[in-house]
């Protein structure tokens, strides 16, 4: 006897094809809310939203230039969670569904779009439209823990054989489509190729670490990447994650405690070893971003490395201002999760790091804390150009995105998206 109600959590997880999940029907209420506010006036870049690569992973493992790696990877290639579960990706038992509550996770993957449009793309496509999303750089999901991976040969050859089939099957679709490729940054070498490889592709805004692994940032051997990088003018994105196998977690029993800590200690790191070491000072035109780590933690890390700057001088000697200036002029940061609970703490913390010039707006959708454009639009105390320039005008600055390529399409969230049928 099947169950009588519909949205029952068994009847959607093993009827998904039945359920009809559709990425416009389930953000139809952030339609409303896109309309209402006027989003679809406004230019808004999403600096950081996900898909699913696993999803497409049967694909993606063709790509894969080794042939003893490619038939390795081919042995998980056969089912939907072909990337999580591949002998050449580890990955730890995920919590972020909250025990089946955001079912988007489990049906995502049998959502339909049509044969006109790559599937990635669609789906990507169906999620901005209905936000009011103008441009969305996007980024890959379980290979944000790659940089753990044991043997940096797997992430050179996984990350190089993703970034061609996004480049070549995804990018092409839509040019309101972007992303920074991801850099297999454990190889300083391997991560020069790719950027004398991807830096010119069409929809390649800049590159990207995922910040979760040991690597030391300030490394001599990272110098001509950072050079590469300044000399094409192409952003760095340091791409916060979880990793819950780490050793200082592992007192922990809640994903909350983890995601609360884990998201945010790895660019810490790589923040304070980036101004202490004086890269700024370097490569002062090379542009950096925090992604997905929040803000509370940048005032914190602004006053405690002055603190100890001023009485340590001497082992900061390419310094020539306050570490706390460097955080707020020669770095930017993206909205989510943005701390929003105390607003006085909020407002402080973006005078802080200079918010209307260095905030980006990211959305991190599909993930199970996803923001919308409210949650910068709403806030009292920024000026109106002060969110027009952290929804869209910072972005299309930072990457050099001509906002005359393309717009958000307006209209119903169950409506038909470009290329689709």
Avoid: C
């Amino acid at each position: 006897m099947e169950p009588t109600t519909p949205t029952d959590v068994a009847y959607v997880l093993n009827r998904g094809e039945r359920a009809g999940f559709d990425t416009r029907q389930h953000l139809a209420k952030a339609r409303q809310q896109a309309v209402a506010r006027g989003f679809d006036e406004l230019l808004i870049v999403d600096v950081d939203a996900h898909h699913y690569e696993n999803e497409s992973w049967p694909e993606i493992v063709e790509y894969i230039e080794d042939p003893v790696l490619r038939d390795t990877a081919r042995i998980g290639a056969g089912g939907s969670t072909g990337g999580v579960g591949n002998p050449l990706v580890y990955s730890a038992p995920r919590q972020q569904n909250v025990a089946g509550r955001i079912r988007r996770y489990q049906l995502r993957g049998s959502e339909q779009v049509g044969e006109a449009v790559q599937r990635d793309a669609a789906v990507a496509l169906r999620e901005m439209d209905s936000i009011g999303i103008d441009y969305q750089i996007v980024f890959p999901t379980p290979m944000l823990e790659l940089g753990m991976h044991p043997d940096p040969d797997i992430e050179v050859a996984l990350s190089w054989a993703y970034s061609r089939w996004f480049v070549e099957q995804v990018l092409p679709a839509d040019p309101r489509i972007k992303t920074m490729v991801y850099l297999p940054f454990n190889d300083p070498e391997a991560s020069l190729r790719v950027v004398e490889h991807f830096a010119d592709k069409p929809g390649v805004v800049g590159f990207m670490v995922t910040a979760t692994r040991y690597r030391a940032v300030h490394e001599n051997r990272y110098m001509r990447l950072y050079a590469a990088l300044q000399e094409r003018g192409k952003p760095l994105g340091f791409h916060a994650s979880v990793y819950q196998q780490e050793r200082m977690f592992e007192g922990m029993n809640r994903f909350l405690s983890v995601h609360a800590l884990g998201f945010v200690i790895p660019n810490m790191v790589h923040l304070t070893n980036l101004v202490i070491n004086g890269i700024p000072e370097r490569f002062p035109d090379l542009k950096v971003i925090f992604i997905e780590s929040g803000l509370a933690w940048v005032p914190f890390l602004m006053q405690r490395l002055d603190n100890e700057f001023l009485m340590r001088t001497s082992e900061a000697p390419l310094l020539r201002k306050r570490p706390s200036e460097y955080i707020s002029e020669n770095f930017h940061y993206t909205t989510q999760p943005m701390e929003t609970e105390n607003r006085e703490a909020l407002e402080f913390t973006l005078k802080m790091i200079n918010a209307e010039t260095q905030l980006l707006f990211a959305s991190d959708y599909p993930h199970w804390d996803f923001n919308l454009p409210s949650t910068v639009w709403d806030l009292p105390f920024l000026t109106e150009k002060a969110k027009r320039r952290i929804l869209g005008e910072n972005a299309a600055e930072l990457f050099g995105i001509d906002p005359s390529s393309g717009r958000a399409v307006s209209g119903p969230a169950s409506g038909p998206i470009r290329g689709s049928t």
